[in-house]
Structures are given as C-alpha cells and as structure tokens.
T-cell receptor, first 113, second 108 residues
Framework: KAGVTQTPRYLIKTRGQQVTLSCSPI?????VSWYQQTPGQGLQFLFE???????NKGNFPGRFSGRQFSNSRSEMNVSTLELGDSALYLC????????????FGSGTRLTVV | GQQVMQIPQYQHVQEGEDFTTYCNSS?????IQWYKQRPGGHPVFLIQ?????EVKKQKRLTFQFGEAKKNSSLHITATQTTDVGTYFC????????FGKGTRLHILP
C-alpha cells in the first residue's frame, strides 16, 4: 500500500514569492495534518483537515493556508515567503481522526533565499 | 492548554547501554503516542497508549503510561546503532503541542 506522498521533495524560492505544497494521503485516510520542522523549533503544528474541513489550526500567520479536496488530497500554500519559512514541511495522514497513529510523508524541504 | 514536555533533550549512550526518555504533562492525558525520526527522515509511528498504567513492549522497546495518565516513558534495552534518532511523544488530541523530542546518539 502506498504511503503518504508529498510533492515536491525539494523547493527553492525567493523571498516574497508564494509556494504550494501537495500531500496525497494513504488511500482511505481522511485526516491530514501539516507540520513545519526546523532545527530550532522542532515540529510545529500548522493545521489539520478532516473530510475537507479544517478542524484545527496552529499558531502561524495568515500567510500559511491549506485546503483538503474531496479525495482527501491536501495542499498548503505559503504566500509572501520569508527567509524564516525555510523548513521541512511534513504532512501526516490517519485513518480516522483521533483514533489511530499518523503516517508521515517524507516531507518537502523548502529553502527561501 | 495542556502541555507535554519531554526530557532529556539529548542523550548520548554507549552501544549496549539502556536509554530512557520521559514525557510529562501538566494535565491528565487521554492518550500518548510515540514516534521515532531517524536523521534525515520523517517521524514514524511506534505506539499508542490509552489506559492508566499501560505497558507495551516492542522487542527491546518498553512503553509505559503512568497511573495518573500524566506521564509516559520509552525505555530501550541494550541500544543498537539502529536506535539512533529523535523520539517524540505526542498527545493525539492536542496536536498543537508536539514536544521537541529526545535526540539519541549512540557511541560505538
């Protein structure tokens, strides 16, 4: 069974640009969460979607947004990129909300220059 | 809101020695999940604990959930080089709080 797929794996963007990251969860998984990981801050929760509805949102500025489609695929968008947005962005999916463990994708490494 | 803190932040052990990491909460938790992230990799789900006093084992790994459901521990017996990585504890219901984990280094 295919795992959680995140695309692209690596991305280099310039300050001020915007970026869209994609996450395809495991088939049948309806819960998708996004995390930002940096060496200094560790793993920080961005948002969580369940059946196309945003269930929870972390403490990030409005430049960070996301959505989930009817097929459970999810995208996150960061507008007006800043140098501090450079990080590994991880997506995780679960069979059902608040019941099972999460399966993480390999992440998208975003570098803002 | 509740917060889960994990200690220690770093641990160096000689190969073959035991290792323990602890998660402590200011409030009662309904559950604890443990994850492992290898260097350069992504977090991998290890186990979930939900019952007071629960103990689960996976080969050399022993997971415990405290009687008061405010703390949890992961113990690795006779560490091996494959155990290198960061171990995270996470309260499933409160995704906003995700500890920085314990980074385990194994000295050959």
């Amino acid at each position: 069974k295919a795992g959680v797929t995140q695309t692209p794996r690596y991305l280099i963007k310039t300050r001020g640009q915007q970026v869209t990251l994609s996450c395809s969860p495991i088939s049948g998984h309806r819960s998708v969460s996004w995390y930002q990981q940096t060496p200094g801050q560790g793993l920080q929760f961005l948002f969580e979607y369940f059946s196309e509805t945003q269930r929870n949102k972390g403490n990030f500025p409005g430049r960070f947004s996301g959505r989930q489609f009817s097929n459970s695929r999810s995208e996150m968008n960061v507008s007006t990129l800043e140098l501090g947005d450079s990080a590994l962005y991880l997506c995780a999916s679960s069979l059902a909300d608040r019941v099972y463990g999460y399966t993480f994708g390999s992440g998208t490494r975003l570098t803002v220059v | 809101g509740q917060q889960v803190m994990q200690i220690p932040q770093y641990q160096h052990v000689q190969e073959g020695e035991d290792f323990t990491t602890y998660c402590n909460s200011s409030t009662t938790l309904s559950n604890i999940q443990w994850y492992k992230q290898r260097p350069g990799g992504h977090p991998v789900f290890l186990i979930q604990l939900v019952k007071s006093g629960e103990v689960k084992k996976q080969k050399r790994l022993t997971f415990q959930f405290g009687e008061a459901k405010k703390n949890s521990s992961l113990h690795i017996t006779a560490t091996q080089t494959t155990d290198v990585g960061t171990y995270f504890c996470w309260n499933r219901d409160d995704k906003i709080i995700f500890g920085k984990g314990t980074r385990l280094h194994i000295l050959p």
